[in-house]
């Protein structure tokens, strides 16, 4: 992502010393910094279109709802690309928030020493 794109997400480096990296982008801002304003469609318009409620749209772009299967397929089909890519996004960014939120909780799990399949293996 070019450092014009990270100014306009509000990009930097967040305060937190112990998360030293960028912020973690919603997919609802991506949705709204990079299809509904340089394609100059509205939130309404895009309920519209796809017939998804406009609250639900509301929420994504907020960052206060998950894009799901069913949001992915409607995205896709509209702005001709993949659910994968709208699911892609929505993965990552959970993961990312579980690695924020919870990093002492993984750092405590250890690793078994054999995996499941070196156990058929064998």
Same mark, same amino acid.
């Given at each position: 992502?070019?450092?014009? %794109?990270?100014? *306009?997400?509000? !990009?930097? *480096? #967040? %305060?937190?010393?112990?998360?030293? @990296? ?6 609802? $801002?991506? &949705? ?7 394609? $100059? ?5 895009? =309920?519209?279109? #796809? ?9 994504? &772009?907020?960052? %206060? *709802? /998950?894009?799901?299967?069913?949001? =992915? ?14 699911? !892609? ?6 993961? $990312?928030?579980?690695? *924020? ?8 799990? /250890?690793?078994?020493?054999? @995996? ?5 293996? #064998?």
């Amino acid at each position: 992502m070019d450092q014009k %794109k990270l100014k *306009r997400y509000g !990009g930097g *480096r #967040t %305060k937190n010393p112990i998360m030293s @990296t960028l912020r973690n982008i919603h997919p609802g $801002e991506i &949705l709204l910094e990079e299809f509904l304003i340089p394609l $100059e469609i509205t939130a309404y318009r895009l =309920a519209k279109d #796809t017939d998804i409620p406009q609250t639900r749209i509301s929420q994504i &772009l907020k960052g %206060k *709802r /998950r894009i799901t299967a069913d949001t =992915a397929m409607r995205f896709s089909s509209y702005f001709g690309n993949t659910p994968q890519f709208w699911l !892609g996004l929505q993965a990552d960014y959970d993961i $990312e928030e579980e690695k *924020r939120n919870n990093a002492a909780v993984f750092q405590r799990i /250890r690793q078994r020493r054999k @995996t499941a399949e070196q156990m058929i293996s #064998t």
